[in-house]
Nanobody, 115 residues
Framework: QVYLVESGGGLVQAGGSRRLSCTASGSIFLINTMGWYRRAPGKERELVASITKSGRTDYAFSVEGRFTISRDNAKNTVYLQMNSLTPEDTAVYYC?????????WGPGTQVTVSS
């Protein structure tokens, strides 16, 4: 079993930055790709960024150049550095881990960007 806990959410002004963290525990050897998703009010959950065990990254077009995903395998933690935030980035951000049996999700952390 894998468990994920996110932290770092909160209120930030437009143009500001925020860093989210997600720490995994449990059977961490089962984890392959990790990623961040978000669900904005009234919208479907969408992929924001992902990173493989070897460090290959992928980004949604809407965040490319502003967000950076990174992974510290020694700390079992994945980060999402978010810069140049806009109100459109307001959402609940979820950490995701791909394991053999499927996907594991964290409870989510709210990020609110004020204009």
């Amino acid at each position: 079993q894998v468990y994920l806990v996110e932290s770092g959410g909160g209120l930030v002004q437009a143009g500001g930055s925020r860093r989210l963290s997600c720490t995994a525990s449990g059977s961490i050897f089962l984890i392959n790709t990790m990623g961040w998703y978000r669900r904005a009010p009234g919208k479907e959950r969408e992929l924001v960024a992902s990173i493989t065990k070897s460090g290959r990254t992928d980004y949604a077009f809407s965040v490319e150049g502003r967000f950076t995903i990174s992974r510290d395998n020694a700390k079992n933690t994945v980060y999402l550095q978010m810069n140049s935030l806009t109100p459109e980035d307001t959402a609940v951000y979820y950490c995701n881990a791909e394991v053999i049996a499927g996907n594991v999700w964290g409870p989510g952390t709210q990020v609110t960007v004020s204009s």
